[in-house]
C-alpha cells in the first residue's frame, strides 16, 4: 500500500455501532423498555454485529490489532447474543432467559474485556472508561443472569445505568474521532495519551 494513500478511519463506525446498540440493550436493562424485542434484536444483530465486524476487517487493513480484534470480537458477541435468544425458543416473551450458560457467556466476556482494556492505556481517557464500564457490566450481567434478577429490578438498573453511560462514552468517542479528523483540531476532546499536540488524526483506536 503506498504511503500517500489515505483510509478511512473505521473506528468511527465501530463505536457508533456499538454505542448505540449498547444504549438501546441497556434501556431494557433498566426497564424504559419493557420487552426485548425485535427493535433491539435487529440492531443487535444487523448494527452491533455485523457493522461492527466489518469495522474490524477495515481495522485489520489499517495493520490495527487491537481496533480489528475488539471490534471482530464485539460484534460477533452481538451476533452470538442474539442468535442465543432466538435458539432459546423464548424471545417473543421479551425477556433474556436466564441461564447458568448464558451467565458463564457474560463472565468469560467479562474477563476478554478485562485484558483488553489494559490495551486502552495506550489510546486515550474515554477509550479507557468505555472498557473500564465493560467490563463492569459485563460482570454485573453474569451476576444477574446467575440470581435471576430481571429487568428494572435492583442490581439489573444499576448494570443498565452503568451500560448507558458505557454507551454514551462510546458514541462520544465516534463522533469526537469523527469531528476532529474532518475539523483538522479537537472539536470534542477525547484526552489521548502521550500525544504532544492538540489533535493528532488517529491512526489507531
Aim: aromatic share 14%; hydrophobic share 55%; net charge negative.
Amino acid at each position: 500500500m503506498a504511503d500517500d494513500v489515505k483510509l478511512a478511519n473505521p473506528a468511527v463506525l465501530g463505536l457508533t455501532c456499538f454505542g448505540l446498540t449498547t444504549m438501546l440493550l441497556n434501556l431494557h436493562n433498566v426497564g424504559i423498555i419493557n420487552d426485548f424485542d425485535t427493535a433491539i434484536m435487529g440492531l443487535g444483530f444487523f448494527v452491533g454485529g455485523l457493522a461492527q465486524v466489518i469495522a474490524g476487517i477495515m481495522e485489520y487493513r489499517k495493520g490495527n490489532t487491537f481496533g480489528t480484534t475488539a471490534f471482530i470480537a464485539y460484534g460477533t458477541f452481538w451476533i452470538s447474543l442474539v442468535f442465543a435468544v432466538i435458539a432459546s425458543g423464548r424471545w417473543e416473551l421479551g425477556t433474556l432467559v436466564h441461564t447458568e450458560g448464558l451467565a458463564w457467556y457474560l463472565l468469560l466476556w467479562g474477563i476478554f474485556t478485562l485484558f483488553m482494556t489494559f490495551g486502552t492505556f495506550k489510546v486515550n481517557r474515554v477509550l479507557q472508561f468505555v472498557f473500564v464500564t465493560l467490563t463492569v457490566l459485563f460482570f454485573l450481567l453474569a451476576i444477574c443472569n446467575w440470581a435471576e434478577i430481571a429487568a428494572g429490578e435492583g442490581l439489573m438498573v444499576v448494570s443498565g445505568i452503568i451500560g448507558l453511560f458505557t454507551g454514551f462514552a462510546a458514541l462520544y468517542l465516534a463522533m469526537a474521532e469523527n469531528l476532529n479528523e474532518m475539523f483538522g483540531r479537537t472539536v470534542l476532546p477525547i484526552w489521548p495519551m502521550g500525544e504532544k499536540e492538540a489533535y493528532k488524526r488517529p491512526e489507531d483506536l
